[in-house]
């Protein structure tokens, strides 16, 4: 391969072959965000390493029988999630990764709100303003790591979904395959992140301002 990247078939085709370098590339590849999704449903990072080894061993002892039904991403996810809910009821994980999105938590802070007594209470309390120049700010260095750690400390569940969506570029119907959720719950998912994570911004840009 010469870190070339190859189509998807030529891809497979090494892998059916044992073609190290191909495997290594994938490893490279997919590798972080694998251990993001495991994390998601065992208790430990020690866990979730595991869970990605036995992965890779799946992917190599399965990929004659890929037939290309999904990609080979989504195929190599949903493998990693089989095994990730196993040792997560081993480990007595006891709440799902699809329930967090049911939970009663509100998308935005309450407090961005006003008062219920207040005639205006489903106004803003704090607004979000225009940024001055959003293009240069948000490439900056300082408000990309200000980003990265608003997605660190998200729940597990919806650090995934922003991070497969947001980050790495996956499609809707990709998370939803890749993670077994459902349309309504990807989205609930990505619209409680993608809000806290434009809270995060806002702050640290102080680009909020009351309304009255």
């Known amino acids: 391969m010469a870190g070339d990247r190859l189509d998807e078939r030529e891809l497979v085709e090494a892998l059916r072959r044992g073609d190290e370098e191909a495997f290594m590339w994938l490893v490279d590849m997919y590798g972080p965000a694998l251990l993001r999704v495991a994390r998601m449903y065992v208790p430990t990072q020690a866990v979730a390493e595991e869970v990605v ?29 089989n095994i990730a809910k196993t040792r997560g009821a081993r480990e007595r994980r006891s709440v799902p990764f699809s329930s967090a999105a049911s939970a009663d938590e509100p998308s935005v802070d ?11 209470a489903r106004a803003w309390a704090l607004g979000p303003v225009p940024w001055e120049t959003p293009e240069e700010n948000l490439l900056s260095g300082e408000t990309r790591e200000v980003i990265l750690d608003a997605i660190a400390k998200l729940p597990d569940s919806q650090r995934a979904v922003i991070t497969l969506r947001d980050v790495d570029g996956w499609s809707s119907e990709e998370v939803r395959n ?15 992140a993608r809000s806290k994570v434009r809270g995060a911004i806002e702050r640290y840009l102080n680009a909020m301002e009351p309304t009255r």
């Open 110 to 120: 309450p407090d961005r709100f006003l008062p219920a007594g207040d005639e205006r």
């Open 53 to 81: 080894q036995e992965t890779w061993i799946g992917v190599l002892k399965g990929i004659d029988g890929f037939e290309g039904r999904s990609s080979l991403r989504t195929w190599i996810f949903r493998i990693l999630v």
């Open 178 to 192: 890749a993670l077994d959720l459902s349309e309504t719950n990807q989205r609930v998912l990505l619209h409680r």
